[in-house]
T-cell receptor, first 117, second 113 residues
């Protein structure tokens, strides 16, 4: 069974440029998460989807970040414009259902590493 | 608020050494506790978990016991292997407010042959 697939794995851009990350969750997983992982830190939740609905986006900086999950499957996370401080790894994860945070049964992709110059 | 503090890394050991990675937490309510592992070039994956006080989670020779009195969930392994080299994250699940995992900063472990 395929795991969570993310692309691109690496991206280098100039500041003020836009960037987008794509995530394909495990087939059948209704819940999708985007996490931000700064260097030397643990992942921090940006947004959580239940199917197409964003049920927790309280930590998403909405002035420059946006996300969508059309049709409740794939998801895209966009940053526009990017700033130097956005350099980090963006992780996508999926689970069968939202209460997986209680069981820990989240499945993570390898992440997309962003470098903003 | 809810937070997780892990032992500073990196940690370097020789094969067959005993491993302890410390983890303490601050939480309201009664969280579940987890250890995740990230092997080189792979995504994070759940290693073990404990859902209530005094529970012991175990997997792949690793163990951790949920200690409510000391608010700790230390990861241990009696004899480490080179293949255990990875980054280890302690985490808790928030039980009040929005359902969310809160991670520690991670501890990089390197095992030398």
């Amino acid at each position: 069974e395929a795991g969570v697939v993310q692309s691109p794995r690496y991206k280098i851009i100039e500041k003020k440029q836009p960037v987008a990350f794509w995530c394909n969750p495990i087939s059948g997983h209704n819940t999708l998460y985007w996490y931000l992982q700064n260097l030397g830190q643990g992942p921090e939740l940006l947004i959580r989807y239940e199917n197409e609905e964003a049920v927790d986006d309280s930590q998403l900086p909405k002035d420059r970040f946006s996300a969508e999950r059309l049709k409740g499957v794939d998801s895209t996370l966009k940053i526009q414009p990017a700033e130097l401080g956005d350099s980090a790894v963006y992780l996508c994860a999926s689970s069968l259902e939202g209460l997986a945070v209680n069981t820990g049964e989240l499945f993570f992709g390898e992440g997309s590493r962003l470098t903003v110059l | 608020g809810n937070s997780v503090t892990q032992m500073e890394g990196p940690v370097t050991l020789s094969e067959e050494a005993f491993l302890t990675i410390n983890c303490t937490y601050t939480a309201t309510g009664y969280p579940s506790l987890f250890w995740y592992v990230q092997y080189p070039g792979e995504g994070l994956q759940l290693l073990l978990k404990a859902t209530k006080a005094d529970d012991k989670g175990s997997n792949k020779g690793f163990e951790a016991t949920y200690r409510k009195e000391t608010t700790s969930f230390h990861l241990e392994k009696g004899s480490v292997q080179v293949s255990d080299s990875a980054v280890y994250f302690c985490a808790l699940s928030r039980t009040q407010g929005a359902q969310k995992l809160v991670f520690g900063q991670g501890t990089r472990l390197t095992i030398n042959p």
